[in-house]
């Protein structure tokens, strides 16, 4: 068994990023610019945030945080993000998610010029996903393709199931292990609460992406022998033993479900890191685009 390292993967790209964008600045260019909407805030969602700005400092980005209030209007909100789509400093823009629940979400992800969508949470770049054209890839499936991508994992023609269908993490996911290109070219099932007898489709996963936000949903019955195993879970339990008073807990049984692995991810150390890495190579990206 081998443990996927986030930590090694992510610095291995973010090395990657800054030696270019060191060469962009040496030319005379800006710096890319990423600006983060954080409305209200849970210690979750501001841990997160902070860890964004504090990777963007890392590669040599700049970027803007913007706080608003958990009782700011939609309105309000939506004005904030078309400001930012009209300011040329600003490449990509991330409003964190959840919102509060007086905020349409899929409202707020429309907002979002497509052009600066670095989530790639908008309907177009999800679109153009779904069509294998170049596009802004989510940025938590993003850094599972990069994080099989630098452990030169192959992906083609085994069976992946991917555990959840959300618009952030399974479905795209699914889309990308499916879909013709280095680390795709799988076989796809993707799991949810509707089901029947889960477990046994887990059993047949080469390759499962557990995406459903339930802490040790994954146990040692549900796994292959040999299986690689991506843990995208994150909650936080209550632990009073922890520094903070709680711990993070993957959606993947670590301990009896690691002898079973070919690979396998941790939480923490895994798959968080490479989401921040998928969103700086996003911002990157769209950062280049304006250059020409
Ligand atoms: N618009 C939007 N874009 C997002 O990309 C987005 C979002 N909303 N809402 C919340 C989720 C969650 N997310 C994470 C980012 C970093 C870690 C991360 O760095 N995790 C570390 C540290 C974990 C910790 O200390 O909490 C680890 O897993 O080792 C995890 C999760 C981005 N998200």
């Known amino acids: 068994m081998q443990i996927l390292d986030g930590k090694i993967a992510s610095q291995s790209v973010k090395e990657q990023l800054a030696a270019e964008v060191h060469q962009l600045l040496a030319a005379g260019n800006r710096a890319p610019h990423l600006a983060a909407i954080l409305v209200g805030s849970n210690g979750a969602s501001e841990t997160y945030v902070a860890s964004k700005v504090k990777n963007c400092a890392e590669i040599g980005f700049e970027s803007t945080l913007i706080r608003l209030n958990a009782d700011v209007s939609e309105e309000e909100l939506l004005n904030t993000i078309r400001q930012l789509n009209e300011d040329p400093k600003i490449d990509g823009i991330l409003v964190q998610l ?14 979002i010029s497509a052009e600066k969508d670095v ?34 994992i192959p992906t083609k023609g085994k069976h992946a199931v991917v555990i959840g269908r959300s618009n ?17 070219n799988c076989t796809v099932t993707i799991c949810h609460s509707h089901t029947p007898d889960l477990a046994a489709v887990c059993r047949q996963g080469d390759i499962i992406v557990a995406a459903l936000g339930k802490p040790e949903f994954v146990t040692a019955d549900m796994v292959k022998e040999g299986a690689i195993i991506i843990d995208v ?54 950062y280049k685009r304006t250059l020409q």
Not at 98 to 111: A, D, F, R
Request: no cysteine; net charge positive; glycine share 10%.
């Open 98 to 111: 959840p919102l509060p629940k007086h905020i349409s979400e899929p409202k707020v992800i429309e907002t």
């Open 233 to 286: 879970g994150i909650t936080r339990v209550e632990d009073a033993t922890a520094k903070k008073g709680f711990r993070i807990k993957g959606d993947v049984a670590f301990d009896q479900v690691s002898p079973k692995a070919s690979y396998i991810t941790p939480v923490p150390g895994g798959v968080g890191l490479m989401t921040i890495a998928g969103l700086m190579k996003n911002t990157l990206v769209a």
């Open 168 to 184: 952030i993490v399974g479905r795209p996911m699914s889309v990308l292990l499916s879909s013709n290109h280095p680390y795709g």
């Open 119 to 152: 989530d790639g949470f908008h309907p177009v770049s999800v679109g153009r996903l779904v069509q294998g054209l170049e596009t802004f890839i989510p940025a938590t499936p993003y850094g599972i393709m990069l994080m099989l991508e630098h452990y030169k």
